[in-house]
């Protein structure tokens, strides 16, 4: 055989080989890259209705876990690193679903179709008044007696690349608590290998309605659930909030924070002032309400962080939405059981609700939350845990 005809021959092989070779090593690396995150699903249990409820358990790469129901959306437990890079559960929640439909103060679910609440359980859409379900006293709070929280997701996983996501789907019936409208409502939760987890709202409706969806864990960054949250460093982006009557309704004033307990704009100990002598901190029993967050003209942006120092935990937050609710735990009363044999004591945990303003039916100087048939509700938060030296 001509040397140059079989030279030729052996760089064909050779090349053809090499081809291979970097094919198998894409496709491997390609494998081992979308198979740093997983989702597991299990068997949760039976609703006093005989329905079935499933846990899906997203985890990624670096050892963040988190577990959600599809009753009522709830992320039932989420891990999250100390500055030892020891991942430990932070948010507040039962072991079992009984507790979750006996008794649960929202822990860890979604809450629609309107976060927050409504006053007098009533108001007014294109000229008709809507009467909603009475949950609050006289008011309205959280979608009613049987809100997003109390109702089975339809669930979907997702894997892309380097991100496990859950995609849960709901349709709430045009009347289901007094409400207006068809609304399909999809909600995904989304974990990538950042330690960052999504979560993005979208509805749509074939009638006028309002909506307003939120998430409602109870955090606490210990890790530690007998550690009250007051030594956690709070800053929120606001330079306003809204004042609140004793039924802790919106008066409709927007009032500035400087020189208030209710200024975060810095890192400030969420114990530090919660004791003041303040009109408002007695209405909420500490902290719960609504600031006004700073830059809404920007679609999405920082709007709040917490600190922890033993743990060296940091929360960021990061929101496409214009208030945000800060809760102080003030309803906890050592009643409820916790995860780890103990009971939730008072202020042992905090939420930071990402949402529209309470009340805002019937506040005409609040942004809208009507949404109209052919129009898109959307919106998303992200929280972003990492850890940080004092």
Not at 117 to 143: C, T
Not at 220 to 235: A, M, Q, R
Not at 287 to 292: A, Q
Request: charged content about 25%; glycine content about 8%; aromatic content about 12%.
């Amino acid at each position: 055989m001509n040397i140059f005809k079989t030279t030729n021959i052996l760089m064909v092989l050779l090349t053809n080989l090499l081809l291979v070779n970097f094919s198998c090593k894409k496709s491997i690396e390609k494998k081992q890259f979308t198979s740093s995150v997983s989702i597991q699903k299990k068997f949760y249990g039976k609703t006093k209705d005989n329905k079935e409820v499933f846990q899906f358990i997203m985890k990624n790469k670096l050892g963040m876990s988190v577990s959600i129901i599809t009753y009522g959306g709830i992320i039932t437990s989420w891990t999250a690193k100390n500055k030892k890079n020891k991942y430990e559960d932070i948010v507040l929640g039962y072991n079992c679903l009984e507790e979750y439909e006996s008794r649960s103060p929202y822990f860890g679910a979604l809450i629609g179709r309107y976060g927050n609440r409504i006053a007098k359980g009533k108001f007014v859409l294109d000229g008709k008044e809507y009467i909603l379900d009475r949950n609050n006293g006289p008011n309205h709070l959280h979608g009613g007696l049987k809100g997003f929280d109390k109702v089975i997701w339809g669930a979907k996983e997702i894997i892309k690349d380097s991100t496990a996501s859950l995609e849960l789907r709901y349709l709430s019936k045009d009347g289901e608590e007094g409400y207006p409208g068809n609304l399909q409502v999809k909600v995904i939760y989304t974990l990538n290998n950042r330690d960052e987890l999504a979560v993005n709202y979208e509805a749509n409706t074939d009638k006028a309605t309002i909506v307003n969806l939120t998430q409602h864990t109870y955090f606490n960054l210990s890790g530690n659930f007998d550690n009250d949250i007051l030594d956690h460093e709070l800053k929120i982006n606001a330079d306003s909030f809204l004042p609140v009557d004793t039924d802790l309704i919106p008066t409709g004033e927007i009032r500035k924070v400087k020189n208030t307990p209710f200024d975060f704009s810095f890192p400030k100990k969420i114990g530090f002032d919660i004791k003041n002598e303040d009109l408002q901190l007695k209405n909420g029993k500490g902290y719960d309400h609504c600031w006004v967050l700073n830059e809404q003209e920007k679609d999405f942006r920082f709007v709040a962080s917490v600190f922890e120092e033993k743990s060296g935990r940091l929360l960021e937050i990061f929101s496409s939405e214009p208030g945000i609710q800060f809760y102080s735990g003030n309803f906890l009363d050592g009643t409820l059981p916790t995860k780890t044999k103990g009971n939730y004591k008072f202020r042992t945990g905090f939420c930071l609700e990402t949402q529209h303003y309470p009340d805002s039916p019937n506040q005409p100087n609040f942004p809208s939350v009507k949404l109209d048939l052919g129009e898109i509700y959307s919106s998303k938060t992200l929280f972003r845990f990492s850890t940080k030296k004092n």
